[in-house]
Structure formats: C-alpha cells, structure tokens
C-alpha cells in the first residue's frame, strides 16, 4: 500500500506559478513511476505529467509542454509539479497518481494503483 498526499495548491493569478508536492509513504517510492492528473469542474480526468522510477524520463500533455516539469526525489519519496504560466484553463483538481511504469504517452488512469486526494490550483485571469 502507497499512501499519496498532495500539497501546495491555492489560487493564483494568470501567469503566475505554483509548485505542487506529492508525499509518499508507504512501500518503495522508487518502485513506481509517478504521476500528476486533474480534474476540472464538469470534465473528465486527464493526464498531465509523468515520470519514470529513476526519474530519468519525463512526459508531458501537449495542453503542459514547456509550461510544466514534473521532478522527483527519490531519497525524500517526493514529486513534484512545477507549474508556470498559468492559465485559467489550468483550473482544476490535481491528483498524484503512482503506478508500475510509465508509457510511450505517459501514464495511462486504467494503470495508476494509488491515487492521492488531490489539490485544487486555481487560476484567476
């Protein structure tokens, strides 16, 4: 069992930034890949970054790419979401999500084994 909790979300304005945490505790950190979904108000939940259990590939949603990095520290069983340039259309529910490995496109929800309770970003224009 992996337990996930997020931090650092709250409202910001557009442009701005905000970095999210996601805390493991629970088995091996390093035995998964790691995740960040959202959720906004009335939409299905979509994938927005992932990275492998070394840490050593990333990928992104093409709605994030060059705006977002997703990072991790293996030693401290965090990841981390770096967002810049906010949009308001970046509003949502952010969740952490852990599963066995990343794929060509990321990380698929069907394969995620933990989620955490998420964090709400909101973003003001």
């Known amino acids: 069992q992996v337990q996930l909790v997020e931090s650092g979300g709250g409202l910001v304005q557009a442009g701005g930034s905000l970095t999210l945490s996601c805390a493991a505790s629970g088995r091996t950190f390093s035995g998964y890949a790691m995740g960040w979904f959202r959720q906004a108000p009335g939409k299905e939940r979509e994938f927005v970054a992932a990275?492998?259990?070394?840490?050593?590939?990333?990928y992104y949603a093409d709605s994030v790419k060059g705006r977002f990095a997703i990072s991790r520290d293996n030693a401290k069983n965090t990841v981390y979401l770096q967002m810049n340039s906010l949009k308001p259309e970046d509003t949502a529910v952010y969740y952490c999500a852990a599963a066995p490995y990343t794929t060509n496109q990321g990380m698929g929800a069907g394969a995620v084994l933990y989620w955490g309770k998420g964090t709400l970003v909101t973003v003001s224009s």
């Open positions: 990275i492998s259990r070394s840490g050593g590939r990333t």
